[in-house]
């Protein structure tokens, strides 16, 4: 009887109450995730192919040069990832690399382990700092151990792909306006639980297409500080990397200020480890999300302003950013408002309907980035297919509460500068200094 009324509801609509009733869907979500992401990613693979003797050339020019790469790898109490990152590292294509470790105030064995992999020369350089400064500080001391050209900043809990730093320095390359190259990151720890499974997912979508989309429009926005290659000369201009939740987005918005460009390389692979629990998934987003009110709406407002440098991709990299993230997400509260007001009585017809779109959408973003990704994803990533029916719930309802959660307390409370994961005093010098 439910499904009768749910058809005979279907056919009943009309062109204008579909709008009325779906507009989230087919005006913005539809054409730009599903239509626009779509038809950008397939169109990657003529143009990979196109480029394919540049790479040849630009592999050339590499190992001719080998220029010396600085693998700077800052945490805490991450002692038990560090020995396959480093086996990852050694085992690389790319061999003309130092591996420089910062323990950041750990209270576990990490210590221990490093000083024990620096005598075996798996790691060229450790650092031990007593007192916890934060992950931008450690990176920063990292930094100044560093004697490369290019600087790979990695996080200690993840490992690479064997070809991964060879494939992410040819874009420099290729074009010596390029100041960062962001690598590809998929989740490790697929297996460990239903919430690493839907990460897994997630970034599939968001990452290895998405950034690829946003990096071929020239707006990308962010160089995952999980694997990200950077000039050095770079780096030294900008100081290294300012304190934060987000420090990642900040300093790539800080390079396009520069006028160097920044890419994505989706052939370069790095595996990390996802939260894998709601409850750690949440405090993580919530970290993350807040830092797009403290940089992009605070710190870097002057990329939406007129101004002698200012720079029409920079705006639009901003402005989209702000838009399908901000802007879009007041949308949604303002379009259940609706619903709830106006629609009350096909409420349940209307969450039906909305759930199977966005199962399409779903189930059409991922087959898109496992058609052109998967080569290099794991086989059982594309058994993730299954779970497709929980993203809809997952994205549209949890991802989304937290997401506008942080939005309201960053925009209220400036709780990042709060945020346990950086020191006190680190927090109280950045809010002083307005980082």
Same mark, same amino acid.
């Given at each position: 009887m439910y499904i009768e009324?749910?058809?005979?509801?279907?056919?009943?609509?009309?062109?204008?109450?579909?709008? =009325?009733?779906?507009?989230?869907?087919?005006?913005?979500?539809?054409?730009?995730?599903v239509l626009l992401d779509s038809f950008l990613v397939i169109s990657y693979l003529p143009k990979w192919k196109r480029e394919k003797p540049l790479r040849a050339l630009a592999r050339k020019q590499?190992?001719?040069?080998?220029?010396?790469?600085?693998?700077?790898?800052?945490?805490?109490?991450?002692?038990?990832?560090?020995?396959?990152?480093?086996?990852?590292?050694?085992?690389?294509?790319?061999?003309?690399?130092e591996i420089i470790v910062v323990d950041d105030g750990s209270d576990d064995d990490t210590s221990n382990i490093c000083?024990?992999?620096? =005598?075996?020369?798996?790691?060229?350089?450790?650092?031990?700092?007593?007192?916890?400064?934060?992950?931008?500080?450690?990176?920063?001391? =990292?930094?100044?151990?560093?004697n490369g050209e290019f600087v790979l900043h990695i996080d200690a809990d993840s490992f690479l792909a064997k070809d991964s730093i060879e494939t992410i320095l040819l874009p420099f390359f290729m074009d010596k306006k390029i100041g960062a190259v962001g690598g590809d990151v998929r989740v490790a720890n697929v297996d460990e639980s239903l919430t690493t499974s839907m990460q897994a997912i997630e970034y599939m979508k968001t990452i290895s297409t998405g950034r690829t989309v946003l990096s071929m429009l020239g707006i990308l926005r962010i160089i995952a500080g999980a694997h990200g290659m950077f000039r050095k000369e770079v780096l030294?201009?900008?100081?290294?990397?300012?304190?934060?939740?987000?420090?990642?987005?900040?300093?790539?918005?800080?390079?396009?200020?520069?006028?160097?460009?920044?890419?994505?390389?989706?052939?370069?692979?790095?595996y990390t480890n996802a939260p894998s629990t709601l409850q750690k998934l949440a405090r993580q987003r919530y970290r993350w999300d807040r830092s797009l009110i403290r940089f992009r709406v605070r710190k870097h407002s002057d990329l939406l302003k007129p101004s002698a440098s200012f720079n029409f991709s920079n705006f639009i990299s901003s402005a989209d950013n702000l838009f399908f993230n901000l802007l879009l997400d007041i949308k949604w509260w303002i379009?259940?408002?609706?619903?709830?007001?106006?629609?009350?009585?096909?409420?349940?017809?209307?969450?039906?309907?909305?759930?199977c779109l966005y199962l399409f959408a779903n189930l059409v973003e991922f087959s898109v980035a496992s058609l052109i990704f998967g080569h290099t994803a794991r086989?059982?990533?594309?058994?993730?297919?299954?779970?497709?029916?929980?993203?809809?719930?997952y994205t549209g309802l949890f991802i989304r509460i937290v997401r506008t959660y942080a939005y309201l307390m960053e925009f209220l409370h400036r709780t990042s500068y709060n945020d346990r994961w950086n020191p006190w005093k680190v927090s109280k010098i950045a809010k002083r200094e307005k980082l």
């Open positions: 009324n749910l058809i005979q509801f279907i056919s009943d609509l009309t062109y204008w109450q579909v709008i =009325a009733y779906f507009w989230p869907f087919f005006i913005i979500d539809m054409c730009r995730y590499l190992f001719h040069e080998r220029p010396l790469v600085s693998i700077v790898v800052p945490g805490k109490n991450e002692g038990k990832h560090i020995p396959r990152l480093c086996l990852s590292l050694t085992n690389q294509t790319y061999k003309e690399i000083r024990e992999l620096e =005598a075996k020369g798996r790691i060229t350089t450790f650092i031990s700092n007593q007192v916890r400064g934060g992950k931008a500080s450690a990176a920063n001391t =990292a930094l100044q151990y560093a030294d201009r900008l100081q290294g990397w300012d304190v934060g939740p987000g420090l990642d987005g900040d300093i790539t918005l800080k390079i396009r200020k520069l006028g160097y460009r920044v890419v994505h390389e989706p052939h370069a692979i790095c379009y259940i408002t609706q619903i709830l007001i106006f629609q009350a009585s096909m409420l349940e017809y209307i969450f039906v309907i909305n759930f086989r059982r990533e594309k058994r993730l297919l299954f779970l497709i029916p929980l993203m809809p719930l």
